[in-house]
């Protein structure tokens, strides 16, 4: 009886609260970012995998304006874009893309890649990702903390 307790504590413990989701899934929200998203806001990430660390973002008309990741402003401006809704989306599409290739990620074949969201039902951002790529160090996350329209 204690084993299958332990096993029903594990099973509940270790299951992931986020849903697995489709490209169909990731059109709709982004169908929805596309209609009511504001052009102007400030999202705070907290990104998980290779380098974790909090993401301050300030969108002003479609431009980012300022950007911090872990506290320090990229040199770089370029950089600044990736953390915008819309490119968010379009690391999620990217995952999608590289997810059916050969060799997804350039891990060893047959490694599997599961990929799990979950949308602002209102405004259509995604509020948390995880790609997980089984057998394979290459696993990408982070939860939206803060969204503020401005």
Same mark, same amino acid.
């Given at each position: 009886?204690?084993?299958? $307790?332990?096993? $029903?504590?594990?099973?509940?413990?270790?299951?992931?609260?986020?849903?697995?989701?489709?490209?169909?899934?990731?059109?709709?929200?982004?169908?929805?970012? %596309?209609?009511?998203?504001?052009?102007?806001?400030?999202?705070?990430?907290?990104?998980?995998?290779?380098?974790?660390?909090?993401?301050?973002? %300030?969108?002003?008309?479609?431009?980012?304006?300022?950007?911090?990741?872990?506290?320090?402003?990229?040199?770089?401006?370029?950089? @600044?874009?990736? @953390?915008?809704?819309?490119?968010?989306?379009?690391?999620?599409?990217?995952?999608?893309?590289? *997810? %059916? *290739?050969?060799?997804? =990620?350039?891990?060893?074949?047959?490694?599997?890649?599961?990929? &799990?969201? %979950? =949308?602002?039902?209102?405004?259509?951002?995604?509020?948390?990702?995880? &790609?997980?790529?089984?057998?394979?160090?290459?696993?990408?996350?982070?939860?939206?903390?803060?969204?503020?329209?401005?």
């Amino acid at each position: 009886m204690a084993t299958v $307790v332990g096993l $029903v504590v594990a099973f509940w413990i270790g299951r992931n609260p986020l849903p697995l989701i489709t490209r169909a899934d990731l059109d709709v929200a982004l169908e929805r970012w %596309e209609q009511r998203g504001p052009a102007s806001y400030d999202i705070d990430l907290m990104v998980g995998g290779t380098w974790p660390g909090p993401v301050h973002v %300030e969108v002003r008309e479609g431009t980012v304006t300022a950007m911090t990741r872990n506290g320090e402003t990229p040199t770089q401006q370029r950089t @600044w874009v990736y @953390w915008m809704v819309p490119e968010l989306f379009a690391t999620i599409r990217a995952d999608f893309d590289s *997810a %059916e *290739a050969d060799l997804p =990620f350039g891990a060893p074949a047959g490694s599997k890649t599961t990929m &799990r969201a %979950e =949308f602002d039902p209102q405004l259509g951002y995604p509020r948390k990702y995880q &790609r997980q790529v089984l057998g394979a160090n290459l696993g990408v996350e982070w939860e939206v903390t803060r969204f503020e329209v401005r």
